[in-house]
């Protein structure tokens, strides 16, 4: 491990340029570094096999190259198929991916736990752990694509940033690592076929508009009630709801792009017509479909799916309101891979 010398991947093409150029090496090397070090097989600088011998150990002298490596997977028998990635420093985040029928989606961590409290989700009891750099973003979602070469012959379809922690929370790395595996040095996938999903982070949500990304962006909203959702979602006191519509207005306004409302249904919580009328008058003024997601259950008592009756009454209410309304499937349950049950059981 080289943990305290700073990772090749973290100076930028220009900043490598100079310091090459102080040892007296010259500059069109770094390319050849960068080149290297993005490769997914590359472990060391021993491996930049075009580099000069004292080059190489002046690098090793001076620097890390913090490769993250897979160290198991689970196989759930819906073909879904989740991995431990162990980081530089020995933490472990995990990855899915999810196949259907006309896609293959990669489901990634943006952060080792999460800082956010929301209670029923498994990732929360982890508490933050650290932000992951952008290269480990791009390494975790190059070695899923080789990963689902190698077992279903595909590259990856779809990215969603709905694995460990808050996106917006890590906003620099998670937007350097969009831009660089949307481009050809990554994958080349379209920034249509990438979903960030925030569980609300106004400010951001807004400097993201700002910013003229162009992925999509889903928000975790399970309540459209204050009260409700500071309960399920503690952190949310200090992001009050109208800041969170007044962010999402502000979103459409600047970018043209519907979101999506991911939304759980649970008993004694968010089973009733309140809060379905909520949920309607937020869709109404916001262009937007709704995503019912069926919830895995964790250890918390306090959360139980509701019954099946009231989904049905979601979307009935939803679609006599003509507001677009799917209805997720949990995946890789069998094996906690599902949506809010990444919590390092492995
Ligand atoms: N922090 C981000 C992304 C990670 S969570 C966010 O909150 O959006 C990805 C999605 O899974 C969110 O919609 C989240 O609310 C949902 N989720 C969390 N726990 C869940 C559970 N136990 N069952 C189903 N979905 C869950």
Redesign the pocket.
């Known amino acids: 491990m080289q943990a305290n010398r700073t990772d090749i991947r973290s100076l930028s093409i220009e900043n490598l340029c100079s310091t090459l150029s102080k040892s007296n090496f010259p500059a069109y090397r770094s390319k050849q570094i960068k080149n290297w070090a993005r490769k997914i097989d590359v472990k060391s600088f021993e491996q930049m096999s075009n580099l000069p011998k004292d080059l190489v150990s002046y690098l090793e002298t001076n620097f890390s190259l913090n490769k993250s490596k897979i160290i198991s997977h689970q196989k759930s028998s819906d073909n879904t198929v989740k991995y431990a990635i162990q980081l530089y420093d020995g933490l472990v985040i995990e990855s899915v991916l999810i196949p259907s029928n006309d896609r293959l989606t990669a489901c990634v961590s943006s952060q080792v736990g999460?800082s956010?409290d929301?209670s029923?989700?498994a990732t929360s009891l982890l508490k933050r752990m650290r932000n992951l750099e952008y290269y480990e973003i791009f390494d975790q979602i190059m070695l899923l694509n080789k990963e689902a070469n190698k077992i279903f012959d595909s590259s990856i379809t779809n990215i969603v940033?709905?694995?460990m922690?808050?996106?917006l929370l890590n906003y620099k790395n998670v937007i350097e690592s969009i831009n660089q595996i949307t481009s050809n040095i990554g994958i080349g996938i379209s920034n249509r076929k990438i979903t960030l999903?925030?569980?609300g982070i106004s400010k951001m949500i807004k400097k993201m508009a700002d910013d003229n990304v162009k992925f999509n962006l889903a928000v975790?909203l399970?309540s459209a009630l204050e009260k409700t959702r500071n309960n399920i979602m503690p952190f949310s006191k200090s992001f009050p709801l109208k800041d969170l519509i007044e962010s999402l207005d502000y979103w459409y306004k600047k970018t043209k792009r519907k979101i999506t409302f991911?939304y759980?249904i649970w008993k004694e919580i968010n089973d009733d017509f309140d809060h379905i009328n909520a949920l309607v008058k937020i869709c109404k003024r916001i262009p937007s479909k709704v995503n019912l997601?069926e919830?895995?259950s964790?250890d918390n008592p306090k959360f139980e799916s509701a019954n099946a009756k009231w989904l049905n009454n979601y979307l009935n209410v939803l679609k006599d309101n003509k507001i677009p309304v799917s209805v997720r499937k949990s995946r890789g349950k069998d094996i906690d891979a599902?949506?809010?049950?990444l919590a390092n059981k492995h």
Do not use: K
Request: aromatic share 12%; charged share 10%.
């Open positions: 999460c956010l929301c029923f989700c940033f709905m694995g922690g808050e996106p999903s925030t569980s975790s399970h991911e759980l997601i919830y895995n964790t599902a949506c809010g049950q």
